[in-house]
Structures are given as structure tokens and as C-alpha cells.
């Protein structure tokens, strides 16, 4: 079964930082894999989504990387803003038609 | 495009009731998820269909809990009788296969 790790669990850092969010999984054998976020009471919103044949996508200060070798995905944030401050899950889908396997996300909070 | 939509947006109800919660799915996807998130266990998956036809309910925590697709656009997942540990935020999701899955904004379920 896949397993999927999100570390650390919180993270606050002051506005403007550049910052990484981490997410691991154990089966290397994926078909994609997305990051969302999710804001207090509301459900969780798309941001990226990295096919198995690529090495990154990028929306704005977004950027997310994927090595599948190493079982690991990285979410990239420039310039962090205190609109930022949400928790962020990662993904992964083993193959087209299978269920996501989601990590336990990480909580940001970017300090003004 | 409306978006997965889902309601109630709030059910609060007493033990042993019947709980009927609902989603439309966004024109075109073909799969359907439902997920039940807590504080104590985060995101789990209980079930998904495709093409209207239930894959994978393993995560349905037991028999007082059933879920329909009758067609493309309605999904119900029905707990019947209702206990207060089934207390949680019901969300559900949708996707193409292999494109990014888009989350509704969920049902806060409440029992009493």
C-alpha cells in the first residue's frame, strides 16, 4: 500500500521567505501526483499536478518538483505572503483509474 | 464550470438518524470520490466510482454506510443509522482519469 509522508507537520515562517514543503511516498511507481491546499473550514483547492513523465510544473510563485527515483516531491513557494497560510497536502495516484493516496499535510503560517 | 457541489453544507442531527449527503460532480468527469476527514485520521477515502459503477468502497467504515450514483451529475452517501463518531467534514471529488481531482466544499456532519 502506498504510503505518503508530509514533513514537517507545521511550519511558520515571516513574509517574504522562500520555502520548501516536502512530501514522500513509498511506492515509486506513480502515475501523477497533485498538491492542494486547504484553507480553515473550506475544501481543498488544486494547485498543481505533476504527471509521471515530467520533472517539475510551475504556476507563479508556485513551483513543484518530482523524483520519482527517491520517492519524493517538493513544493516550492517564493516570496511567501500571509496569504499563503493554509495547510498543504500532497497526492499520489498510482495509476490512471486508482484511488489518491493523500499525505497528513503541512500547516503554514506566514507571519506579516 | 459550477464546481463539485455538494449539500448540505451543515447537518446536525441526533444519533440514530438517517444522514443523506450529496454531490454533483463537475460535466464530464467520469470518476467520483467520496472522503471523510477528521482531526484524528485527516483525509481518508471511502469510496469512488467510475462511469457511474463503484470501484473500491474498502474504506466504507461499515454497513450503516452505503453510497449511490444513479447517473453522470448525483452521487448520495447515506449513513443510516447515524452515530456521534460518524461526526466529520464530508467531502467529495472529481476527476477525469489522470487529471487533476477537484474537491467540493464539503458537508460538516454533526451528530448529536
Known amino acids: 500500500k502506498q504510503e505518503v509522508t508530509q514533513i514537517p507537520a507545521a511550519l511558520s515562517v515571516p513574509e517574504g521567505e522562500n520555502l520548501v514543503l516536502n512530501c514522500s511516498f513509498t511506492?515509486?511507481?506513480?502515475?501523477?501526483l497533485q498538491w492542494f491546499r486547504q484553507d480553515p473550514g473550506k475544501g481543498l483547492t488544486s494547485l498543481l499536478l505533476?504527471?509521471?513523465?515530467?520533472r517539475e510544473q510551475t504556476s507563479g510563485r508556485l513551483n513543484a518538483s518530482l523524483d520519482k527515483s527517491s520517492g519524493r516531491s517538493t513544493l516550492y513557494i517564493a516570496a511567501s505572503q500571509p496569504g499563503d497560510s493554509a495547510t498543504y497536502l500532497c497526492?499520489?495516484?498510482?495509476?490512471?483509474?486508482?484511488?489518491?493516496?493523500f499525505g497528513t499535510g503541512t500547516s503554514l503560517t506566514v507571519i506579516p | 464550470d459550477a464546481g463539485v457541489i455538494q449539500s448540505p453544507r451543515h447537518e446536525v442531527t441526533e444519533m440514530g438518524q438517517e444522514v443523506t449527503l450529496r454531490c454533483k460532480p463537475i460535466?464530464?468527469?467520469?470518476?467520483l470520490f467520496w472522503y471523510r476527514q477528521t482531526m484524528m485520521r485527516g483525509l481518508e477515502l471511502l469510496i469512488y466510482?467510475?462511469?457511474?459503477?463503484?470501484?473500491?468502497d474498502s474504506g466504507m467504515p461499515e454497513d450503516r454506510f452505503s453510497a449511490k450514483m444513479p447517473n453522470a451529475s448525483f452521487s448520495t452517501l447515506k449513513i443510516q443509522p447515524s452515530e456521534p463518531r460518524d461526526s466529520a467534514v464530508y467531502f467529495c471529488a472529481s476527476n477525469q482519469g489522470g487529471q487533476p481531482q477537484h474537491f467540493g466544499d464539503g458537508t460538516r456532519l454533526s451528530i448529536l
Open positions: 511506492d515509486s511507481a506513480i502515475y501523477n
Open positions: 505533476i504527471q509521471s513523465s515530467q
Open positions: 460535466s464530464g468527469h467520469d470518476y
Open positions: 466510482f467510475n462511469n457511474n459503477v463503484p470501484i473500491d
Open positions: 497526492a499520489v495516484n498510482l495509476f490512471i483509474g486508482n484511488q489518491f493516496y
